[in-house]
């Protein structure tokens, strides 16, 4: 009796060799042996048939074990390939650029105003035999210098104390060659005041005062705006309008025109002018004249445009 599994078999093949149009010598020699042993063989023909159609057979994973030593190697991964100069790949993010197509520039715009507000640096700096005694003599004087400053009608708020200080003194003489020994002779105390001075017109006579009151060190004078938003402003403004012409130009002159601005970034500083005293200060010659010139205010913005034809 005819095992139906071998005509199953068989059609199976019959079907696979419409499909995959397989060669006719090897039809015949599947057929007899497809009759002769169905059972051992479907396995097989599913195998040859899948490879002959290329397609893979989805295999269980083999136990873990060494490698049979005629097994035959597996094939190496695909990588992808760097093809050498080749063109950037595009990108859809607004701000994805090409270094080629932007444009630096960097300008600054410079303001000069005549100050309002004056910084006086002074101070009392006394010397003693003892800690002690410098110390008292300092506090002595620095209360006449605080005593002045009120009745030249400085505020409290207005007066800072920038540095205070007490160091011993040492006598280096008559020591003997390649000596390094000292001899102690005193202390030095100082106290030193940041004042801001409102009122220019009696910036002389204060600093006058400062010093009868017992003040003996002046460690500088500056002038500046008490506020100085506005001249900033004025400055960044100036700034910006030089780069964007300047930007303009080196794009018409290339052939590109200015797409956008891609970064902004500023960086000023403070730059007192020193000018020519007024008439009116001159006159007064019982106080110590002080030029209050001009102050500047400076600010340089570096900006990168983007650049389109």
Request: glycine content about 6%; overall charge negative; some cysteine.
């Amino acid at each position: 009796m005819q095992d139906k599994r071998g005509d199953l078999d068989f059609a199976g093949m019959t079907q696979f060799n419409q499909e995959c149009k397989w060669n006719p010598v090897l039809e015949n020699k599947m057929t007899l042996m497809m009759r002769s042993r169905p059972r051992t063989l479907v396995a097989t023909f599913a195998v040859f048939g899948l490879a002959a159609c290329g397609q893979t057979a989805v295999e269980d994973p083999a136990p873990a074990g060494p490698a049979p030593e005629n097994a035959a190697p597996e094939p190496a991964a695909i990588l992808p390939t760097v093809v050498p100069n080749a063109p950037p790949l595009e990108s859809g993010h607004p701000n994805s650029i090409q270094p080629e197509t932007t444009l630096s520039i960097s300008a600054t715009g410079e303001v000069k105003r005549e100050p309002d507000i004056a910084f006086v640096s002074a101070g009392v700096t006394t010397e003693a035999e003892t800690a002690s005694e410098a110390m008292r003599a300092n506090a002595s004087a620095m209360n006449g210098v605080f005593e002045a400053l009120d009745a030249a009608n400085v505020a409290r708020r207005d007066m800072q104390t920038s540095n205070f200080s007490l160091q011993p003194r040492y006598d280096y003489s008559n020591r003997p060659s390649g000596s390094s020994s000292s001899r102690l002779v005193g202390y030095t105390a100082s106290n030193q005041l940041t004042v801001r001075v409102r009122d220019l017109d009696a910036l002389g006579e204060t600093m006058d005062a400062l010093v009868e009151a017992g003040g003996n060190t002046f460690s500088g004078l500056r002038f500046a705006l008490e506020d100085d938003r506005a001249a900033k402003d004025e400055a960044r403004g100036l700034a910006m309008r030089d780069a964007i012409a300047r930007a303009e130009l080196y794009a018409a002159a290339s052939g590109y025109e200015v797409a956008r601005i891609v970064t902004i970034s500023e960086s000023g500083g403070y730059d007192p002018q020193p000018r020519m005293m007024k008439a009116a200060r001159s006159e007064m010659a019982s106080s110590t004249p002080v030029a209050s010139g001009e102050v500047g205010y400076s600010v340089t913005v570096n900006v990168v445009f983007e650049l389109r034809q």
